[in-house]
Every structure is written in structure tokens, then in C-alpha cells.
């Protein structure tokens, strides 16, 4: 008997491992971002962000029946530490996919190895260069800087202001935008009147606006990331320029209320993601529900409003595992159903991939904000 009882134990425990061997084997997702640095005030929410998404997709059993394991390293918006750390994702670590990084820089350098190594990058900055010219591994979340751009002129031309002033940050970012901004002006009928550039490290931005304001622009945009177009805005204010000033998408966060003063800030008008705006919509937006959603779990999560910058990670997630759902998690199953994605409601916007767009997005993924006793408000 006691024999009897042993063999059935064995089987038992085998049949226990056979089960254990048979479970669907861990999803390894990679995530690349500027959580420490000048650009944390995009990295840090991307990193909060994904880590909650696992947390709670685990927590309902993950997908297709397959725990996520997230892989996050810090770039701190550093190129160079960008390729260093995807490599460490995909050669060490065998990654299916990566989310990030937070800057296009860092994207950009970071390219050749997604696509050389086959492995899907869907990235969170906005440089139209990400995925233009397309790239079969490359994808991006933010919308591109051509239609930030595009929807700015477009308000602008409904108020008459056609001489127009640039001043932007000689980075990856803003020389895609001030490139951008200058074929859609020709394009549309304004006019550069002045073209300035400043360095991601200056702190004060006088002079540039000095001579932009020796040539009268009707309005004044501003291409780039904190803490640079905060200065601006704080600038404009002690010259005491009146001047219409329009900041990118790159700036859409309380955090540049916060930097630029809501006294500076008052008045600026943007392009954003409906995140900034989503209890001033409409309840027949198709991107309420999401947005409500995210932004209640985020702050229930970590004490604080979501933001623009975490949901472009949270769009990535949610590409990645759409096409895990559809057709698998290999590198090139999760590749093909991204580039299939359709009518996908995110953060960001209303994604449809194709071969010939890996963004996805059109006009409709901003609202014209205006900062108003320090808060976004729509602009129309």
C-alpha cells in the first residue's frame, strides 16, 4: 500500500512538471527611456506607465494565456547609452519588442540596430524621420511633427497671422520641426520672417527674441522640449513681447506650466494630445473612455495626473499586445500585427498602421490648447 502511494506521488509530480513545462512561456518586452536627465519629465511617466500596464495585464492572467516580464533601463536621453542599452534588450536579455526611447535623437541612433536585427521598435518621440522613409521594424507613437506643425498653421491662419517667426532647438527634434514647419509654410502661404536657434543647454533666449522682435512676426513658434521653450515663454515675458506665442507638442504637459510660470504661460497655445483636454470633450469622442480610464489608474497608481509623454508608452503596449492577440509574440508575428493594426483607440489617437505608415495618426490626434490661470484649456 504504502509502495502503491509512492508510485502515485511520483506520477503525480510528474505529471505536475509536464504541466508546468506545457504552460505558455514568458512574453519579454523591452523598455528604453530617459527616466533620469534633462528629458525625465518624458521617460519617467513612459517607465510608470508600461510597469503599471504589465502589473495589471499579469494580473488578469496576461495574454494568451502568457505572463509579460518587462526589461527597463534608463538611457538618460543619452544617444550613445540608447544603442548600448538595446543591445544589452535584444542580444542579452531576448526581447520581442521595445518600447521607447523618449527622445528622437536617441531613436534615430537607436534605428539601424531594430532593423538589423529584426527586432520591433515602437518608439515615443515624434520626429517625422522615425518613420519616414518607413522601415519594416520601426513604428512610432506620437503623432508626427508635420501634422503638430500643420494644425498650428491651420490656427493661425484662421486668426490672419501670416509672417511668421521660428525659434527652435538645434537637436534631432527640433531641426525635424523647424524642417517641417518651413516646407508646410511655403506650402500654405506664410511667410519666415526670422529663423533662430537655440542649444538644448542655453539659458536665456533674449537675444534670438530681441531680433525676432526687430521684424514685428505676427506670431512666434517655438520648436522643442523643456526646460528650453519654458525659458522662452519666461523671456517673452520680462521683454515684455506680446507676440502670439505658439509652443510644440513637445511641451504638452503641466510640467511647462510649471517651468514657464503660469504667469509667463499665459496665453501660449499648443497642439496636444486630447489627454490634456479630455474632461473639456465631448462624450461622443471615441477616445474619452481610454482616456478617462488611463488617467484614473494612473493617478490611483502613482498620486499624480497622467500625462501626454506616458501615453505614448501605453500606445506602444497596447500595439504590441494587439498583435500578440491577433497573431503571436515572435518578433515578426508582433511586427506584421502592428503594421495590421486598425482602428485602434489610444491615447495618442485613432491608429491605422499600413506597410506605407507606421504612425498611423492624422489631425485629428491634437486639440489647439491655450494655457489659461495655469491649465490647459481648447483654444477654440
Given at each position: 500500500m504504502v509502495r502503491f502511494i509512492s508510485i502515485i506521488g511520483v506520477l503525480l509530480l510528474i505529471l505536475s512538471a509536464a504541466t508546468v513545462s506545457m504552460a505558455a512561456p514568458t512574453i519579454r518586452i523591452g523598455g528604453l527611456f530617459a527616466v533620469s536627465g534633462p528629458a525625465s519629465f518624458l521617460g519617467d511617466p513612459e517607465k510608470n506607465t508600461l510597469e503599471m500596464l504589465v502589473k495589471d495585464?499579469?494580473?488578469?492572467?496576461?495574454?494568451?494565456?502568457?505572463?509579460?516580464?518587462?526589461?527597463?533601463?534608463?538611457?538618460q536621453g543619452d544617444a550613445t547609452k540608447a544603442v548600448q542599452l538595446a543591445t544589452k534588450l535584444i542580444k542579452s536579455d531576448k526581447v520581442v519588442a521595445i518600447v521607447g526611447p523618449s527622445t528622437t535623437g536617441e531613436t534615430l541612433a537607436v534605428v539601424p540596430l531594430a532593423e538589423k536585427e529584426q527586432i520591433p521598435l515602437i518608439s515615443c518621440a515624434a520626429g517625422i524621420k522615425i518613420t519616414d522613409p518607413v522601415r519594416k521594424w520601426v513604428?512610432?507613437?506620437?503623432?508626427?511633427?508635420?501634422?503638430?506643425?500643420?494644425?498650428?498653421?491651420?490656427?493661425?491662419?484662421?486668426?490672419?497671422?501670416?509672417?511668421?517667426?521660428?525659434?527652435?532647438?538645434?537637436?534631432?527634434?527640433?531641426?525635424?520641426?523647424r524642417e517641417q514647419l518651413?516646407?508646410?509654410?511655403?506650402?500654405?502661404?506664410?511667410?519666415?520672417?526670422?529663423?533662430?536657434?537655440?542649444s538644448p543647454k542655453d539659458t536665456d533666449m533674449t537675444a534670438q527674441l530681441t531680433k525676432i522682435r526687430g521684424v514685428k512676426p505676427d506670431a512666434i513658434i517655438c520648436w522643442g522640449t523643456n526646460p528650453g521653450p519654458a525659458v522662452i515663454?519666461?523671456?517673452?515675458?520680462q521683454l515684455g513681447m506680446k507676440t502670439p506665442l505658439y509652443q510644440s507638442h513637445g511641451v504638452a504637459s503641466k510640467k511647462?506650466?510649471?517651468?514657464?510660470?503660469?504667469?509667463?504661460?499665459?496665453?501660449?497655445?499648443?497642439?496636444?494630445?486630447?489627454?490634456?483636454?479630455?474632461?473639456?470633450?465631448?462624450?461622443?469622442d471615441p477616445q474619452v473612455k481610454v482616456l478617462t480610464e488611463y488617467d484614473k489608474m494612473y493617478k490611483k497608481s502613482f498620486g499624480v495626473e497622467a500625462s501626454t509623454f506616458g501615453g505614448y508608452a501605453y500606445d506602444g503596449f497596447y500595439l504590441i499586445l494587439g498583435a500578440i492577440k491577433k497573431g503571436g509574440s515572435t518578433p515578426e508575428q508582433i511586427r506584421t500585427g502592428?503594421?495590421?493594426t486598425r482602428k485602434m483607440v489610444g491615447i495618442s489617437g485613432i491608429f491605422n498602421m499600413s506597410p506605407s505608415d507606421h504612425n498611423g495618426l492624422d489631425l485629428s490626434a491634437f486639440e489647439m490648447v491655450r494655457v489659461k490661470k495655469g491649465d490647459w484649456k481648447l483654444a477654440y
Open positions: 495585464i499579469n494580473s488578469k492572467g496576461g495574454v494568451n494565456g502568457s505572463r509579460i516580464e518587462l526589461v527597463v533601463y534608463d538611457t513604428f512610432k507613437t506620437p503623432a508626427n511633427d508635420h501634422v503638430a506643425g500643420e494644425k498650428i498653421y491651420n490656427f493661425a491662419s484662421r486668426l490672419k497671422q501670416k509672417n511668421i517667426a521660428l525659434l527652435t532647438v538645434s537637436d534631432s527634434y527640433g531641426a525635424s520641426g518651413k516646407a508646410l509654410a511655403t506650402k500654405k502661404g506664410f511667410a519666415i520672417v526670422a529663423d533662430e536657434v537655440y515663454t519666461r523671456n517673452m515675458k511647462f506650466i510649471e517651468l514657464a510660470g503660469a504667469d509667463a504661460a499665459e496665453g501660449v497655445l499648443l497642439p496636444a494630445g486630447k489627454l490634456a483636454v479630455y474632461e473639456l470633450l465631448g462624450k461622443n502592428i503594421e495590421q
